[in-house]
C-alpha cells in the first residue's frame, strides 16, 4: 500500500491523523504522509481514507 495526499484539496480537519497518527499528520493548513503504512495498519488507513470528508487521500496497492 502507497498512501497520497492531495495537499490543494486537504482542508486539514484532522480526522486522518486522529486514526492513524503513525502516518498521518497535520502540518500547516494540510495533512501529510509521514511514513507509509505497515502492514499492520492498513485497515486503519483504509478507514481514514474512507472518511476524509474532501477525498483528499489516495491509496494505490
Do not use: L, W
Not at 18 to 37: D, H, L, M, N
Amino acid at each position: 500500500m502507497y498512501v497520497t495526499i492531495d495537499p490543494a484539496r486537504c482542508i486539514a480537519c484532522g480526522m486522518c491523523a486522529y486514526t492513524v497518527p503513525e502516518v498521518f499528520r497535520i502540518e500547516g493548513k494540510a495533512s501529510t504522509v509521514i511514513a507509509q503504512p505497515e502492514k499492520s495498519r492498513e485497515s486503519r488507513v483504509r478507514t481514514a481514507a474512507n472518511g476524509c470528508p474532501v477525498n483528499a487521500i489516495s491509496i494505490e496497492k
